[in-house]
Each structure stands twice: as structure tokens, then as C-alpha cells.
């Protein structure tokens, strides 16, 4: 059954591939992450001496020295915090645009299944996010160790993966916009509403847990070596909220004719 | 013969818009069938429901002997299809497109880059084929969009509106490159350039507001809706030899009319076998020079405009369902 064939996926995948290399957008999202992941240890180091230089030497401000949890909550603020918008970025236009653009028709007229071309487009997304993730995690590791002394790479390793489910969760999201849209723009729209609806629910303490953004605490007790309170629920809730939007990106890309006009 | 396209009943609705009503036809293998059509007549609804871009709301066909709804990627493998505007990655460039393309189709190595240069020197483009898309003009994107359709060798070729932006020059070579495919796959080409079609079609159909209201070879649509005149050009001075056979023509029974203007006479006849007999000794015995007596065929522009003006549940009633054959 063609829904479920996955003829053309590794041509498609290497081409979107390149597409992101050649259009920049894996070479931007690499920076972009290395800024973010950069400036984590940096922010949580230098911030109490920037504050002591911006009041002048007339007001004297105590504070606490930073410390590792300082840097991780600084980790996580900008890249779990600022990395959401970048996948919206990343993912509105991945299937709209090719409808914008006209090349979906080139495309589903050749020997390819919708469910290949879904595929390779979301995989070519997450990798493109999990290298960011990657390099923005390597670069915040380095200047921790550097400024706060030795912590365990496997728990900041285990903090970087749920922050990186958190942010698919909102890279797939987006994704079904995409498919169900003709245009970036309402895509990105719906995106940034459906983070909007998730961090009203996360307002809610019981809520919380079932949300992508439930995973930032566990992430934050598992990077210093503490039991977190949820950990099993988060990821659960979340990878189905993953699966669900995923699921109904291919039901309803199945079901539209993309290229049709009335004519 | 054998339909490369065959058509039951199709029909595509967009709510209340029917744009696509119940069309059945048959395209022969080998053939270059033109879809003609004014604007909205669904003739790109038609490329759509059979290339699988669009689902029919009744009705089924095959193509290359696939059933549209059910065919999938094994139907798509023996297509390709040409967009009237056609769009691609900009980031590509020319022969990197055509490479992606022949890999689709499952073409590597060797085999892929002598396919893509085969296509490239068909469709003048070897020199630009290390361009980038993006700099290519409407004429260049256009061959380019032929080249891509070319690749895979494909039974069914779908082209809408082929040759809308080229210049004179380039309409030639890519109706020349189209016409060159006679035999290797079946052409279906959709366009409003009567021009064209009578350039290299074989076979014509004709829709209007979703209906079919011809199909046939180009000769059978020509011989079919004919009006039957022969024109007869008389040498100069010649006034009163052209009087006497104007006067021999009108006392013919097969003759209907006799019109003049200047050195000419058009006949209609009632009975063409009768007067592509008689004509000739006629005029000998009306004692004229002859410059020129032909038989007036119908530009397919005539037809078209004869067959899109008039009412058409007249010509429906008159021509149901067309076998092409």
C-alpha cells in the first residue's frame, strides 16, 4: 500500500539535505546554536561582574559566586528557551514552501510515495536541529568545565536529548502546519499558537508534566545529578504529542491534491 | 489499437463547479494527442486526475495500463510530465536537477550521467547545464522542463502548454524535439495554440466547460467538419472564359454555390467525389488557363472556433463519446 511505502526516501532525504547546506540554513542553524550554546556558561560567569561594572562603584551589589547550576539554567533557558523559535523557523516552510513554489508537482508526479517525501523532509529537520543541538551542547560543555570545573558529560548529555525531544515536539508541530498550509507564514502562525497553547497549559502544575516544556526540570535535575520528580510522564506525553502530529501530517498530506487548480 | 490513455466517464467537481463532466475518450499508443480548449475548460483538471495530482469525484481511467486511482509509483514510473510553468529548485543547477531527476527513477552512475547528457544535447542545453536554475530565463526553464520529462524514457508524456513562453526559435526546436518523440512514447499536450497542434499532433480533442466536444485524428476532425469548396484560380485576363465556367459550375447538380473574387472561383459542392471528377474537364471545356484548382481544407482554428462557438448540447448530440482510434 503506498501510504505506508517509503519509494524515494533516500534520494529526497540527500537532496534536502544539500538543500539545506546550499539555501545556508544548516550553516546559519550551526551558529546560531554555537552562539546560544556559547554564551550559556559565559551569561551564568560573567553576569554578577557586568552588573558590578553597569551601577558604577557608588552602589555596592552582593552576590552569590556563580555556580554549575547557574550555567545549566542558563543552558537551558536560552537553548530550550530560544530554541523553539528556531525550529518554527526550520519547519514552516519545509513542506508550504513547495507548495508556494510550485515544485510539489514536479515531485509527487515522479516515483516517490507522500509518506518518503514527509519522511525525508522531517529527517533532514531533526537533523538539522540535532546537529545544532550538538554543537550548541558540545560549545556549553566546554566553557562549564571551563569556568566551573568538572561535571559529568552523560548527564549533560541526558539534559541536551530532552531538551532536543522538547524542541521536535515543536519542530513537528510546525511540520503539520506546514502540510496543511500554502504559505510559510501561516504555517510559522500556527506554530508560534500551538507553543502559545502548550505553555498556557504548562501553566497549570498538573498540567505541566504532559507538555514538551514539562521536560525542563528533569532535564535540569538530571545535568546535576539529582532524581528528577517527572521524568517517564514528560517524555511520554511528549513523544506522542510527536507521533500524533506526525500521523495527522501524513493523513492529511495523503489526502490533498497540492499542485490541483480548478481549470 | 492499444489506448495509452483511456478514459470512463470522468468527472472532477470543485463544490459547484463541475470542471471535468464525464469525459470518456481513448488515446492511442504512439500517438500525439492535443487537448485543445479555451481557458477554464479543464483541460489542466484533465493532466491532473490522470498524472494523480487530483482525485476524479466519478469516474476511472488508465494510463500506460494503470488504473489513476490505484496505480501509485509503479504509474508514475512510466510518466512524466511538463507543468505550464514550471517550477524548480532554484538552488539546483541545470544538470544537478536532471541527476536528482534520473535518480528518482532509479538511474546511478554511468548509465545516469550518459542519460542526462543525451537529454541535455536534445534539448539545447549542454551549455547551461552548469548554470544555476535560478539564472535560467522562462525559455530555458522551459526546456529544461522537457529535459527533466524526457529522463526516465517515459510510455505517457503530459505537457501543459509546452512551447507558451519560448521564442519562434525556441517553439521550433522544442516542437521539433516533441514531434521527434512519435513512436517512442504517447504525447498528451494540453494547449490554446491551435498553431502547434497542427504542427505535430496526429491526434486533436477538443473541450469546452468541462465537456468533450470532439475526439478524432486531425485528417478524420479536417475531412469531418469541412465545408467542401474547391478554389479555382484562373490566370490574369481571362474575363469571359471565367464567366463561362462560373456558368458551367452553377448548372452542376453536385455544385451548392459559385463565389468570385478577382481571378478566382470557390466552389461549395454537395458531392466531392462527383466534382473532384468533373472539375478538371469543366474547366477545359470553359477554355481557361488554370493557375491553381485545390481543395480547400479547414485551418483547425476554423474547427475549433466553429465547435466552441456553437451550442453544445447541439454537438454533443451530434458527436457522443469519441473513439480516437
Known amino acids: 500500500m503506498e501510504t505506508f511505502s517509503l519509494v524515494g526516501y533516500r534520494t529526497l532525504l540527500i537532496k534536502e539535505l544539500r538543500e539545506a547546506w546550499r539555501t545556508s540554513r544548516l550553516p546559519v542553524t550551526l551558529i546560531v546554536f554555537f552562539i546560544l550554546g556559547t554564551l550559556s556558561p559565559l551569561a551564568a560567569h560573567y553576569t554578577p561582574e557586568l552588573l558590578k561594572g553597569a551601577v558604577g562603584s557608588g552602589i555596592t551589589i552582593t552576590s552569590a559566586a ?107 508541530l510546525t511540520f503539520l502546519a506546514s502540510a496543511l498550509t500554502r504559505s510559510t507564514v501561516a504555517a510559522a502562525s500556527l506554530g508560534f499558537a500551538a507553543w502559545l497553547v502548550l505553555a498556557l497549559l504548562g501553566v497549570s502544575p498538573q498540567l505541566l508534566p504532559n507538555t514538551p516544556n514539562g521536560l525542563t526540570d528533569p532535564a535540569q535535575a538530571l545535568a546535576l545529578g539529582a532524581t528528577p520528580q517527572h521524568l517517564a510522564q514528560p517524555i511520554i506525553a511528549t513523544c506522542a504529542l510527536i507521533v500524533v502530529a506526525l500521523a495527522i501530517t501524513l493523513f492529511a498530506f495523503s489526502r490533498q491534491e497540492p499542485a490541483a487548480t480548478q481549470a | 489499437m492499444t489506448s495509452a490513455i483511456h478514459c470512463e466517464g470522468l468527472t472532477r467537481r470543485y463544490g459547484a463547479v463541475t470542471a ?54 509503479a504509474l508514475r514510473k512510466r510518466i512524466s510530465v511538463l507543468e505550464q510553468q514550471p517550477n524548480y529548485y532554484t538552488w539546483m543547477k541545470g544538470r544537478e536537477l536532471l541527476e536528482f531527476t534520473g535518480q528518482l527513477f532509479g538511474l546511478r552512475g554511468a548509465a545516469l550521467r550518459s542519460r542526462v547528457d ?5 534539448t539545447g542545453l549542454s551549455d547551461a547545464a552548469n548554470r544555476g536554475i535560478g539564472g535560467y530565463s522562462g525559455g530555458m526553464r522551459q526546456r529544461l522542463g522537457l529535459a527533466q520529462a524526457l529522463m526516465n524514457r517515459p510510455e505517457v508524456l503530459f505537457l501543459d502548454e509546452p512551447a507558451s513562453a519560448l521564442d519562434p526559435a525556441g517553439r521550433y526546436e522544442i516542437l521539433q524535439s516533441i514531434a521527434d518523440l512519435h513512436a517512442q512514447a504517447t504525447v498528451f499536450m494540453s494547449t490554446h495554440i491551435l498553431a502547434d497542434v497542427e504542427r505535430i499532433c496526429d491526434h486533436v480533442a477538443i473541450l469546452d466547460h468541462g465537456k468533450l466536444i470532439v475526439a478524432a485524428t486531425v485528417a478524420d476532425l479536417q475531412e469531418r467538419y469541412a465545408r467542401p469548396t474547391y478554389e479555382i484560380e484562373l490566370e490574369p485576363h481571362q474575363t469571359e472564359g471565367l464567366a463561362t465556367l462560373e456558368a458551367l459550375l452553377r448548372a452542376e447538380p453536385w455544385a451548392e454555390s459559385v463565389t468570385q473574387r478577382q481571378d478566382t472561383l470557390r466552389v461549395g459542392v454537395r458531392d466531392t467525389h462527383a466534382a473532384s471528377y468533373a472539375l478538371a474537364p469543366l474547366c ?20 475549433f472556433l466553429r465547435l466552441t462557438e456553437e451550442p453544445r448540447t447541439q454537438t454533443a448530440a451530434q458527436t457522443p463519446t469519441q473513439e480516437v482510434s
Open chain 1, 66 to 172: 556563580p555556580t554549575l547550576k547557574d550555567a545549566i539554567m542558563q543552558y537551558i533557558k536560552n537553548v530550550g528557551g530560544d530554541g523553539f523559535l528556531i525550529a518554527i523557523v526550520l519547519a514552516m516552510g519545509s513542506v508550504a514552501r513547495e507548495k508556494e513554489r510550485g515544485t510539489v508537482a514536479f515531485l509527487l508526479t515522479k516515483p516517490v510515495s507522500r509518506l518518503a517525501f514527509l519522511a525525508a523532509k522531517f529527517t533532514a529537520l531533526l537533523i538539522t536541529l540535532g546537529l545544532g543541538m550538538l554543537v550548541a551542547t558540545v560549545a556549553a560543555y566546554g566553557y562549564t568545565v571551563y569556568f566551573f570545573g568538572a561535571t559529568s558529560a552523560l548527564a549533560f548529555a541526558a539534559m541536551a536529548l530532552l531538551i532536543l525531544l522538547s524542541l521536535t515536539a515543536y519542530l513537528a
Open chain 2, 118 to 122: 543525451e537529454v541535455l544535447a536534445t
Open chain 2, 284 to 303: 477545359a471545356r470553359a477554355g481557361v488557363a488554370l493557375a491553381r484548382l485545390e481543395r480547400g481544407r479547414p485551418s483547425l482554428e476554423e474547427i
Open chain 2, 20 to 73: 471535468l463532466d464525464a469525459l470518456s475518450l481513448d488515446v492511442p499508443q504512439g500517438a500525439i494527442f492535443g487537448l485543445l480548449g479555451p481557458n477554464g475548460a479543464g483541460k489542466t483538471t484533465l493532466a491532473h486526475l490522470l498524472t494523480g495530482l487530483a482525485r476524479p469525484t466519478a469516474g476511472r481511467a488508465t494510463v500506460a495500463g494503470y488504473d489513476i486511482a490505484t496505480g501509485g509509483v
